[in-house]
């Protein structure tokens, strides 16, 4: 729709191989915000050959207050299309492997990576860390349900808990045929 998305992209110094993988990394938040800094895991990802992409979708912060409050009430939506745009921006700098696109990310991230896995046929592969990957369950048995009641603009139960059921992830595990990983925290 015309929004300047911020993405970096970091290839790897050198490959073995004809075309290069891609990981597009998705950051927590969602009110977190990327920026150009060093980050250990996506050296870890290059220094393996594997190039790594990531953005600020709308959601991120640092780009004022409607572009942070731009997917309230709408995880899933607006966002989704900013972090493919972004991961179309990254295959548009280089020779990758259209079959070895991986995707991956924490909290809101993981919350992001396990609906891409299961609304999009693009990833190889996927790691969903420190997820919310079920609302309704988050928001009953957690000590943080009120932030996914507010950003998710679901109060939980005047609609018994059908827009926090209806939006959650794993409604679409099912759908999801690649390899995904779920990973969580002893203390998370």
Do not use: C
């Not at 990254?90 to 809101?108: H, K, M, N, P």
């Not at 919350?111 to 969903?128: K, N, P």
């Not at 997820?131 to 609609?159: H, M, R, T």
């Amino acid at each position: 729709d015309g929004t300047v998305l911020d993405a970096w992209l970091i290839s790897p110094a050198k490959t073995n191989e004809p075309k290069t993988p891609l990981v597009l990394e998705v950051h927590g938040g969602p009110h977190g915000a990327y920026g150009n800094t060093f980050f250990l895991e996506f050296q870890v990802l290059a220094a393996q050959g594997i190039a790594v992409a990531y953005g600020n979708p709308r959601g991120s912060q640092s780009y004022g207050q409607e572009y942070a409050n731009a997917i309230l009430g709408d995880w899933g939506g607006l966002d989704v299309s900013d972090v493919l745009r972004i991961l179309d921006g990254a295959l548009e700098q280089g020779d990758f492997d259209d079959a070895r696109i991986g995707v991956a990310g924490g909290s809101y991230g993981g919350f992001m990576t396990t609906w891409l896995m299961g609304h999009s046929d693009r990833f190889a592969a996927g790691v969903s860390m420190r997820a919310v990957n079920d609302f309704v369950s988050e928001v009953g048995a957690s000590d943080i349900g009120w932030f996914l009641e507010k950003e998710l603009q679901a109060p939980y139960p005047d609609d018994a808990g059908r827009k926090l059921f209806d939006g959650s992830p794993m409604r679409a595990a099912s759908a999801i045929s690649a390899p995904l990983l779920v990973e969580h925290s002893e203390r998370d």
